[in-house]
């Protein structure tokens, strides 16, 4: 490869447990060990004095306006990322693997005609939308529109895009009919093959990972509990995560009575472990574009119960891996996960299913080479 790698994104790499921040770290490190140079920027690699009181405002701003909160966080990340890059691309040919629209801008501004710019849509629909179902920004207010604009700007300056499903790449088409024309790459998330687990005493029946947020929709699966419940077969579950939604999640417990059956485990960095203390993953989100706690759960041998949402049916094939539920019938959902847990056979041949389809299709090893082939284009 005659390119260096530079991966530009707005997160730090130095702590947190995203799915962007999991991917790109990752991908640094297996394009390392293929003999890769590559270079992770991001705003705080500015070495500004400024960098950290300015974003410390942010702390400022968030409770008071959500807009205002978003506007300061994407102008003055998109700032400080550009400066660094300045610095990082004058030094010879790269290819910048961008993780987000105002990366891949900053670095087709910061970079000269020996710099391409590829950039990975994390999204769903759009970067506005993704805030907008985090109740930040209203989806028809003045900063979304001006989001918008600023990813068709950015979408015009890179030289390729990767998708993580066939369904994100379809709604994201539709939304930027403009991207059709740009070369484009559908490449799965790989899941890191995770250490030997011991499937002993089970902790709970169930179990979902994510953030407590509205678009995760955990509210769904304890209305499920509930409704097992009060048909006579309960069973226990855990929610791993934290995030804005955890206190009225909470109170939904209280209220509907299922103290004794939820358990709320909050943010844990190794899930394999916790997932492989129970016999079944349910998921509910309503938007979801891939759908890497799926993976993580077939990972460890556990089958899995979600919604038809987004890229999800790439991963799932209703009966095989799992079930597919309907998110609007949480009386149908609950017999789907009572029968489940009733069925050892079943459950055992869809974890075998699933662990196949993580071994072919989501470890590193196949999925990395993909990458690193449109990396060299």
């Known amino acids: 490869m005659d390119r260096r790698v530079v991966i530009a994104t707005l997160q730090p790499d130095t702590h947190g447990g995203t799915g962007v921040q999991t991917h790109f770290r990752q991908v640094a490190r297996h394009l390392r060990s293929a003999g890769v140079p590559v270079e992770i920027v991001t705003p705080f690699s500015a070495e500004r004095p400024l960098v950290y009181p300015v974003f410390a405002v942010r702390r400022l701003l968030a409770p008071l306006s959500g807009a205002a909160d978003v506007w300061w966080y994407r102008t003055w990340h998109a700032r400080f990322l550009r400066r660094a890059l300045r610095r990082v691309l004058a030094t010879g040919p790269a290819v910048v693997y961008a ?53 068709e700007v950015a979408f ?27 070369p484009g790459w559908t490449i799965p998330n790989a899941v890191e093959e995770p250490p030997r687990v011991v499937h002993g005493e089970v902790v709970a029946d169930a179990v979902t990972v994510g953030a407590l947020e509205p678009r995760k929709n955990q509210r769904f699966l304890l209305e499920v509990c509930a409704a097992a419940r009060d048909a006579g077969s309960p069973f226990s579950l855990t929610v791993v995560g934290d995030g804005p939604d955890r206190g009225p999640l909470e109170r939904a417990v209280a209220d509907l009575g299922l103290r004794d059956l939820v358990t709320f485990a909050g943010f844990v960095a190794d899930v394999a472990p916790v997932l492989a203390g129970h016999r079944l993953y349910v998921h509910a989100a309503t938007q979801e574009t891939f759908g890497l706690a799926l993976v993580e759960a077939m990972a460890v041998g556990l089958p899995v119960v979600a919604p038809p949402t987004g890229g999800i049916p790439e991963l799932v094939h209703d009966g095989v891996e799992g079930i597919l539920w309907d998110l609007g019938d949480p009386t149908g959902a609950a017999r789907i996960v009572t029968e489940l847990l009733g069925d050892d056979a079943r459950r055992r041949e869809m974890a075998a299913a699933g662990r196949l389809r993580y071994t072919s299709t989501y470890t590193p090893e196949a999925v990395m080479p993909m990458l690193l082939e449109v990396l060299r284009v």
């Open 156 to 182: 015009r300056r890179i030289d390729g895009v990767v998708f993580v499903s066939e369904a994100q790449r379809a709604e994201v088409l539709g939304r930027y009919p403009s991207l059709a024309a740009i």
């Open 99 to 151: 993780q987000d629209p105002l990366a891949a801008r900053a670095a087709a501004e910061a970079g000269g005609p020996d710099v391409r710019v590829v950039l990975r849509v994390h999204f769903s629909g759009s970067e506005a939308l993704e805030w907008a179902s985090r109740g930040r920004i209203a989806m028809d207010g003045r900063l979304a529109r001006s989001m918008i604009r600023s990813d």
